[in-house]
């Protein structure tokens, strides 16, 4: 018998969750517990907001581990755990090789890329902002560097012209958790090799901040619309109008024949067309502060934009 810890905190590691609880009771190990990220305040800030995961965790009765830092005194307590392996899917923390060493064969971690494109925080939403047209899942043997560990285990799949983060996410999340639970026997028996990764195609994907949500007009219509989708839920993609800020969604090429500038409104009706660098943008939904997301034609009630004005980042 095993016993395994998993390391999340993020919904994309849910599913991963789930599949590590019944791998354990199907197979006889011990998933002795959850560890994730504190609590954190609200957006208003009134009250605490646990993560998904440790509620997922308490509706599966596993105890749930939170430390607000890994000391050497944590690390001394959890080496007392005993614990074989420990799966890392979304945790949010690099963690120190002295605690990697406490597990008899190590920490594995599943990471949402083709490694070594795209180590960091947020490989998803910046595969699809770079127009990327594949990405994958990467299960590897987690070393103290941000995700240079060897590969166990490595599975492409196409990025659809349309989908967004959202829609890769949940697709990748899928894939990864039937790939975790296809290799976890192996790795335990030790009966898979690791391959390292390539020293060439290294780039990293930065954590997603809300400035990133701001549209550039002078970019291009391609670099645009593959930002909307990249930034689709978090942080949203935004425009200013008459210092008004503006969420625009369900973007696409536009095809109108009228020339004009870099965030110079076109059309505005049923849709929202406006010029870039190169190229025109077509919305169909918008969302302004406080208010619900609605279709183009309904942002025009009560809120005036002309066509020939500017949209400014």
């Given amino acids: 018998m095993s016993n395994i810890v998993f390391f999340g905190t993020s919904s994309f590691s849910v599913p991963f969750l789930r599949i590590v609880h019944?791998?354990?009771?199907?197979?006889?190990?011990?998933l002795t517990g959850v560890v994730c990220q504190p609590d954190k305040p609200s957006m208003r800030g009134q009250n605490l907001r646990e993560p998904i995961i440790k509620k997922i965790a308490n509706?599966?009765?596993?105890?749930?581990?939170?430390?607000?830092?890994?000391?050497?005194?944590?690390?001394?307590?959890?080496?007392k755990k005993n614990i074989t392996i420990?799966?890392?899917?979304?945790?949010?923390?690099?963690?120190?090789?002295n605690l990697?060493?406490?597990?008899?064969?190590?920490?594995?971690?599943?990471?949402?890329?083709?490694?070594?494109?795209?180590r960091g925080a947020s490989p998803i939403q910046r595969a699809i902002e770079a127009g990327d047209s594949e990405t994958g899942i990467c299960i590897i043997d987690l070393i103290s560097k941000l995700d240079s560990g060897p590969i166990y285990y490595q599975e492409k799949i196409p990025i659809g012209e349309r989908e967004t983060s959202e829609d890769l996410s949940n697709?990748?999340?899928?894939?990864?958790?039937?790939?975790?639970?296809?290799?976890?026997p192996d790795i335990l028996q030790k009966k898979i090799k690791k391959i390292d990764q390539s020293s060439l195609g290294i780039s990293y994907a930065h954590r997603?901040?809300?400035?990133?949500?701001?549209?550039?007009?002078?970019?291009?219509?391609?670099?645009?619309?593959?930002?909307?989708?990249?930034?689709?839920?978090w942080p949203g993609s935004y425009t200013f109008y008459k210092n008004?800020?503006?969420?625009?969604?369900?973007?696409?090429?536009g095809n109108s024949n009228l020339k004009?500038?870099?965030?110079?409104?076109?059309?505005?009706?049923?849709?929202?067309?406006?010029?870039?660098?190169?190229?025109?943008?077509?919305?169909?939904?918008?969302?302004?502060?406080?208010k619900s997301k609605m279709p183009i034609k309904d942002l025009l009630n009560g809120f005036l934009i002309e066509v020939g004005d500017y949209l400014h980042s």
């Avoid at 008004?244 to 090429?253: G, M, P």
């Fill in 260 to 290: 004009a500038n870099p965030g110079q409104i076109i059309e505005i009706g049923k849709k929202l067309v406006i010029s870039t660098g190169n190229g025109q943008v077509e919305f169909s939904y918008a969302q302004l502060n406080g």
């Fill in 208 to 233: 997603l901040q809300k400035e990133d949500g701001l549209i550039e007009w002078n970019s291009s219509a391609i670099q645009i619309i593959n930002k909307v989708r990249a930034m689709h839920p």
């Fill in 171 to 184: 697709r990748l999340a899928t894939l990864g958790s039937h790939a975790l639970m296809n290799i976890l």
């Fill in 59 to 79: 509706e599966l009765n596993i105890c749930v581990w939170q430390p607000e830092e890994i000391t050497f005194e944590w690390i001394d307590w959890f080496k």
């Fill in 244 to 253: 008004r800020r503006i969420k625009l969604f369900s973007a696409k090429l």
């Fill in 86 to 97: 420990a799966v890392v899917v979304s945790y949010g923390r690099i963690l120190p090789k």
């Fill in 100 to 118: 990697i060493d406490a597990a008899d064969l190590g920490f594995i971690n599943v990471h949402a890329s083709l490694l070594p494109r795209w």
């Fill in 22 to 30: 019944k791998f354990c009771q199907d197979h006889n190990h011990c």
